[in-house]
């Protein structure tokens, strides 16, 4: 199938443009539009998986066409195996939100615009190969989202500690965080831009595969000072989408005041968009910057203060969307410290616990709407017993919990335990004792989790809720699909391992041969 990826990527801004001709009376029609067009996108994807071919690092679907020569910018698309998983899990995700969104009675025609072109957005920055066509997907991302939480979150209020807080306030804190990390991105992406040479023309070029290529390099990017400056811009811009200690504000009040919806899409989409950033520019394109041991060890530490910082934290908290956005913060964490040994092992551990955490937390944030629906608040500490009222929503909120904590048998155990084994057994750097640190957090994760399910549904019922009905059947259709991916890549890893191993050893190995004397390092 020719242009597959810009069918993937531009078919929800098909379902946006009918929308907008659907009179805002008509909800029904409104929503099944936007089911119809994320279900193609499904369908799309599932041929792409089905096509692909594992056995090459090589990009694959390729789309190459001039967009605006005068400054070598192309309309440059390509996936490998580290971007074919992450379009997989956004077009997955993104089906299923829509789903889950069904309730939204607020603006429904300009909540599933806005949810539609989130999707294309998320969906161009994995299939891009043009730096700048990548950035633009990247900023299209910025703005529904920040519509979605300030429109369609918490309204404005006053807490008892006299700040404002509400979907408007977290909008603004995302925004800003996200620009400030933008800026930095695009410096970088500029300086690039103006000192790589295309091979072909001789011009400056925003060609991703070509800045790769240390020998189209040349101008300030011989001095490895610059490379190293560049490295930490790109770093920044790309650990607050993470996010990654102590760029993390912005993400419990995104979540807690956010829609269930967005909030998924949030946790299970775009804080893998940071670690997606690292491995498909910077780690390619400076890698002997992403060498320098200072870098390495400074993301390992990262990692791990994100991992036990992130577990106290949700520890500490008594709302569920808190806990569960603190949780995402230390399972990120775990991704980075993957990352940070440079080891096959580990990378595959890394991007393996991107898809699985996007699966898994996507589950809780689900799962977490659904009691808040009933309820009407999240607090932990005034539910009790529901597993005898609510036995079904027990049993998956049960899975959810185990997926989270790791347990053997479910997806998340095979990637943290690649990603612990990845850093501890690094040839190029000593992080054993980092790697031995992290294991704290995962007896915290245990601890929290454990804990939680406790207080929810163990003793007696609490009789205020002695009428709350179970799952009704749109709430399982949009958890048995990730109750299944959970149960499945916990068992049989293989397919997801198999997607994605030759693109990321061989991303390894690009990493490993760069020589920092090249750069006057040594």
Same mark, same amino acid.
């Given at each position: ?27 029904? +029609?409104? =929503? ?30 390729? &789309? ?23 379009? @997989? #899990? ?28 989130? $999707? ?27 519509? @979605? ?11 008892? $500690? ?21 800026? #930095? ?67 419990? $009040? ?25 491995? =498909? ?37 008594? $709302?569920?969307?808190? #806990? ?130 406790? =207080?929810?549904?163990?003793? &007696? ?14 709430? #399982? ?11 499945? +890549? ?33």
């Amino acid at each position: 199938m020719n242009n597959v990826l810009t069918l993937i990527t531009f078919l929800p801004m098909v379902g946006v443009l009918l929308i907008l001709l659907v009179p805002k009376g008509n909800k029904t +029609l409104i =929503r099944i539009l936007a089911a119809v067009s994320t279900g193609l996108q499904v369908l799309l994807a599932v041929w792409i998986y089905m096509n692909f071919d594992s056995d090459t690092s090589s990009m694959q679907f390729r &789309e190459q066409y001039k967009w605006i020569p005068s400054f070598n910018i192309e309309y440059f698309m390509g996936i490998d195996g580290l971007s074919v998983s992450m379009v @997989l #899990l956004t077009a997955f995700l993104s089906f299923i939100c829509i789903f889950a969104s069904w309730g939204i009675n607020k603006g429904v025609k300009g909540y599933f615009a806005m949810f539609l072109l989130l $999707d294309t957005g998320m969906m161009g920055v994995f299939c891009s190969l043009d730096f700048f066509l990548f950035y633009i997907f990247w900023e299209v991302m910025l703005l529904p989202m920040y519509f @979605l939480i300030g429109i369609w979150g918490s309204p404005s209020r006053v807490d008892a $500690d006299g700040m404002v807080r509400g979907g408007p306030y977290a909008a603004i804190k995302f925004f800003l965080y996200t620009l400030f990390g933008s800026v #930095l991105m695009l410096l970088a992406m500029l300086v690039l831009y103006f000192n790589v040479t295309d091979p072909v023309t001789g011009g400056h070029t925003f060609n991703m595969l070509y800045i790769m290529d240390q020998s189209n390099h040349s101008g300030v990017l011989n001095n490895f000072d610059i490379r190293l400056w560049l490295y930490a811009a790109l770093f920044i811009g790309f650990a607050i989408k993470v996010p990654l200690f102590p760029f993390h504000t912005w993400l419990p $009040d995104a979540h807690v005041e956010a829609p269930t919806a967005v909030s998924v899409i949030l946790a299970g989409v775009l804080l893998k968009m940071g670690t997606y950033g690292m491995l =498909r520019i910077s780690f390619p394109m400076l890698p002997d910057a992403m060498k320098w041991e200072y870098f390495a060890y400074g993301m390992a530490i990262l990692g791990v203060i994100n991992i036990i910082y992130g577990a106290f934290c949700a520890m500490a908290q008594t $709302d569920l969307k808190k #806990l569960v956005a603190y949780s995402s913060i230390s399972h990120m964490g775990i991704v980075l410290l993957g990352m940070s040994g440079l080891t096959s092992l580990g990378m595959n551990g890394a991007v393996m616990q991107m898809f699985n955490h996007g699966t898994g937390t996507a589950m809780l944030f689900l799962l977490v709407g659904v009691i808040y629906d009933r309820a009407h608040h999240r607090n932990i500490d005034d539910f009790g017993g529901l597993a005898v009222r609510m036995p079904i929503y027990a049993a998956a909120m049960s899975l959810a919990f185990f997926a989270g904590l790791g347990l053997p048998g479910l997806s998340s155990f095979m990637s943290e335990v690649f990603s612990f084994l990845g850093a501890f057994g690094s040839e190029m750097f000593n992080l054993k004792a980092i790697t031995i640190i992290s294991i704290i957090g995962i007896v915290l994760t245990a601890g929290y989790f454990l804990w939680t399910f406790q =207080r929810m549904f163990l003793g &007696e019922l609490n009789p205020k809720y002695k009428d709350l009905p179970d799952l009704n059947g749109r709430e #399982l259709f949009t958890l048995v699909p990730l109750g299944i991916v959970i149960i499945f +890549l916990g068992i049989y890893p293989a397919p997801l391992l198999n997607l994605i191993k030759t693109s990321l050893n061989e991303l390894v190995e690009v990493v490993k041969a760069a020589d920092p004397i090249l750069w006057g390092l040594q």
